[in-house]
């Protein structure tokens, strides 16, 4: 016996020391035996292209599979680049947001913190708009250049300088000349109709109203109207009531809702407020993986014993009986920690000793989904964590090696799942296109996106940004982040085919 051979053996013998019970492995040929019809699914599955009802929908129709069709495969993986963190500040005119995003970037002094300013993608008025200004409204959503706002901000995430164009108040034109700003690690969009604009609102991990009182905002932009932007008393106070009030209350102050924060901001800096985000933001800034925008993501902390685990389940060499025992016990890891996500309500219970003792149950109903046929080796954990709980089964279509949608085969659900938080149990997330897929399902039949929580052993970057950018309100779990996906859709570093490791004889 090598020596390599004998640390794998000590290490397993340690883990095997502490294992639960090994738990039955549910198959989905037992799943399957009762139904011809199901089984020849199951022969067919493997053989299938991947058509995704989810995209389906949002591409429009039948063209939508046409052009997915022609979409080319992933590039070979690479290793993944956090994004910057990205905070929107919105507010009515004169709010104080710039004093607040000068406040941010004064406490983050030690981060490479970049600022764009809405004001600076205004659209340079036409000649019949000069000849009108007075008439123009800079107000309205269509005043600004939302295409090129956008553009800069993606180019910012993906650690890219851009040129940022300089708007001049004066002659309401575009300047010549450019700002350039370089990448950095928090990314501020200021401007009054950040979060109303549901695009921009969207690239935002972070996003804060300023709400201010509405007479002081007025004595703000008379000042800064009539000193920095040359225009007189008058002008500006017949601008704000024709076009800056009523424009505030129709656009700007219904987008507080979107907001995270909401700070009521007067003649002084809010300075409670200030501190509290930029705690969260140096938080953000310590997590060097896709948790820094996606709060919904739950990673497992990585121990010995959990690295130990993903080191034998992915050995190409494990045995068939090793791979089950162990991808049990990191299962039964993961299903713990899904079952954590869930609210509890408190429970008041009596001892043996005749005391009180105060606790907690889970608030609402749950059960647990399992996508076929891979889901399935994660239903007995979910049974040994959850006594007595309700299961569901999907069979969806799983990609082969052509870029197309998931069709849906079979479902068999809770008749009252629309009333269950749903654990969805996937082992890996990897286009994510199948669990997008099944998370439609859920949500037409009533689940709502925030009682979903997706199980998974490993996921990869590219389906947790399809997953988590498509529906924001779905948590994440899973025990590590891959590298990426090849050419021909495999997972890397990866585990193999997880359903044909677990389940083939």
Same mark, same amino acid.
């Given at each position: 016996m090598s020596q390599s051979d004998k640390v794998k053996d000590s290490t397993r013998d340690m883990l095997l020391s502490s294992s639960p019970p090994n738990f039955v492995n549910f198959n989905t040929k037992a799943f399957s035996s009762n139904s011809q019809s199901v089984r020849n699914l199951e022969e067919k599955f493997n053989d299938m292209d991947v058509t995704n009802t989810a995209e389906k929908r949002a591409q429009g129709g039948d063209e939508g599979v046409e052009r997915s069709r022609r979409i080319s495969p992933p590039q070979p993986y690479q290793q993944y680049q956090n994004e910057p963190f990205v905070i929107g500040v919105a507010g009515g005119t004169a709010s104080g947001k710039t004093t607040v995003c000068s406040e941010i970037i004064q406490r983050l002094s030690n981060q490479r913190v970049v600022i764009i300013a809405q004001d600076s993608f205004y659209r340079g008025l036409t000649k019949e708009e000069e000849e009108n200004v007075s008439e123009y409204n800079f107000d309205h959503p269509d005043a600004f250049d939302k295409k090129a706002l956008l553009e800069c901000i993606h180019q910012l995430k993906k650690r890219e300088a851009v040129h940022i164009p300089i708007y001049d108040f004066k002659t309401h034109q575009r300047s010549a000349e450019t700002k350039l700003v370089n990448p950095g690690e928090v990314v501020i969009v200021e401007g009054i109709?950040?979060?109303?604009?549901?695009?921009?609102?969207?690239?935002?991990?972070?996003?804060?109203?300023?709400?201010?009182?509405?007479?002081?905002?007025?004595a703000r932009r008379i000042k800064r109207d009539t000193i920095s932007r040359g225009r007189d008393v008058d002008n500006v106070i017949a601008q704000y009531t024709k076009f800056v009030k009523p424009m505030f209350d129709q656009?700007?102050?219904?987008?507080?809702?979107?907001?995270?924060?909401?700070?009521?901001?007067? +003649?002084?800096?809010?300075?409670?407020?200030?501190?509290?985000?930029?705690?969260?933001?140096?938080?953000?800034?310590?997590?060097?993986?896709?948790?820094?925008?996606?709060?919904?993501?739950?990673?497992?902390?990585?121990?010995?014993?959990?690295k130990a685990l993903h080191t034998i389940i992915r050995d190409k060499n494990t045995s068939k009986q090793d791979f089950v025992f162990y991808?049990? +016990?990191?299962?039964?890891?993961?299903?713990?920690?899904?079952?954590?996500? /869930?609210?509890?309500?408190?429970?008041?219970?009596t001892t043996p000793t005749g005391k009180q003792y105060?606790?907690?149950?889970?608030?609402?109903?749950?059960?647990?989904?399992?996508?076929?046929?891979?889901?399935?080796?994660?239903?007995?954990? /979910? +049974?040994?964590?959850a006594n007595r709980i309700k299961l569901g089964k999907i069979l969806i279509e799983r990609n082969k090696g052509v870029h197309k949608d998931c069709n849906l085969i079979y479902e068999r659900l809770p008749a009252d799942i629309k009333d269950r938080h749903v654990l969805l149990m996937d082992p890996i997330v990897g286009t994510g296109f199948a669990v997008t897929s099944a998370i439609e399902l859920l949500l037409s039949k009533g689940v709502k996106e925030g009682h979903i929580v997706v199980l998974s052993l490993i996921a990869v970057p590219e389906g947790m940004h399809r997953l988590l950018r498509k529906y924001p309100s779905?948590?994440?779990?899973?025990?590590?982040?891959?590298?990426?996906?090849?050419?021909?859709?495999?997972?890397?570093?990866?585990?193999?085919?997880?359903?044909?490791?677990?389940?083939?004889e």
């Amino acid at each position: 016996m090598s020596q390599s051979d004998k640390v794998k053996d000590s290490t397993r013998d340690m883990l095997l020391s502490s294992s639960p019970p090994n738990f039955v492995n549910f198959n989905t040929k037992a799943f399957s035996s009762n139904s011809q019809s199901v089984r020849n699914l199951e022969e067919k599955f493997n053989d299938m292209d991947v058509t995704n009802t989810a995209e389906k929908r949002a591409q429009g129709g039948d063209e939508g599979v046409e052009r997915s069709r022609r979409i080319s495969p992933p590039q070979p993986y690479q290793q993944y680049q956090n994004e910057p963190f990205v905070i929107g500040v919105a507010g009515g005119t004169a709010s104080g947001k710039t004093t607040v995003c000068s406040e941010i970037i004064q406490r983050l002094s030690n981060q490479r913190v970049v600022i764009i300013a809405q004001d600076s993608f205004y659209r340079g008025l036409t000649k019949e708009e000069e000849e009108n200004v007075s008439e123009y409204n800079f107000d309205h959503p269509d005043a600004f250049d939302k295409k090129a706002l956008l553009e800069c901000i993606h180019q910012l995430k993906k650690r890219e300088a851009v040129h940022i164009p300089i708007y001049d108040f004066k002659t309401h034109q575009r300047s010549a000349e450019t700002k350039l700003v370089n990448p950095g690690e928090v990314v501020i969009v200021e401007g009054i109709m950040v979060l109303h604009m549901e695009e921009i609102r969207k690239e935002c991990n972070m996003k804060i109203f300023v709400d201010t009182d509405d007479d002081l905002r007025l004595a703000r932009r008379i000042k800064r109207d009539t000193i920095s932007r040359g225009r007189d008393v008058d002008n500006v106070i017949a601008q704000y009531t024709k076009f800056v009030k009523p424009m505030f209350d129709q656009f700007i102050s219904p987008s507080k809702r979107f907001a995270d924060v909401i700070i009521p901001c007067g +003649r002084d800096v809010n300075n409670v407020a200030i501190d509290l985000i930029t705690q969260h933001v140096h938080v953000k800034l310590d997590q060097k993986d896709l948790r820094r925008i996606y709060p919904n993501l739950y990673l497992i902390n990585t121990s010995f014993q959990t690295k130990a685990l993903h080191t034998i389940i992915r050995d190409k060499n494990t045995s068939k009986q090793d791979f089950v025992f162990y991808a049990d +016990r990191l299962i039964r890891i993961v299903v713990e920690a899904g079952l954590g996500c /869930l609210p509890f309500a408190e429970k008041i219970v009596t001892t043996p000793t005749g005391k009180q003792y105060v606790g907690v149950d889970f608030g609402n109903k749950i059960c647990g989904v399992s996508v076929i046929r891979s889901g399935e080796s994660m239903e007995n954990a /979910l +049974r040994a964590c959850a006594n007595r709980i309700k299961l569901g089964k999907i069979l969806i279509e799983r990609n082969k090696g052509v870029h197309k949608d998931c069709n849906l085969i079979y479902e068999r659900l809770p008749a009252d799942i629309k009333d269950r938080h749903v654990l969805l149990m996937d082992p890996i997330v990897g286009t994510g296109f199948a669990v997008t897929s099944a998370i439609e399902l859920l949500l037409s039949k009533g689940v709502k996106e925030g009682h979903i929580v997706v199980l998974s052993l490993i996921a990869v970057p590219e389906g947790m940004h399809r997953l988590l950018r498509k529906y924001p309100s779905v948590k994440l779990v899973t025990s590590e982040i891959d590298a990426g996906i090849s050419n021909d859709f495999t997972v890397l570093p990866g585990i193999g085919n997880f359903g044909d490791r677990y389940f083939s004889e």
